[in-house]
């Protein structure tokens, strides 16, 4: 139970930091280069 609900806020923040990095990527212009050093 306990593990389900962090497993569901860590991803939730994993999400939301995706987001944030293709949104600035694309902004940018640099979305392949963000993808290609992860």
Known sequence: ???Q???LGVK???T???KDVVGH???HG???LTL???
């Open 1 to 3: 139970m306990v593990s």
């Open 5 to 7: 609900i962090l497993w």
């Open 12 to 14: 939730d923040v994993f």
């Open 16 to 18: 939301q930091i995706a």
């Open 25 to 27: 990527a694309s902004d």
């Open 30 to 32: 640099t979305f392949v």
């Open 36 to 38: 290609r050093s992860c």
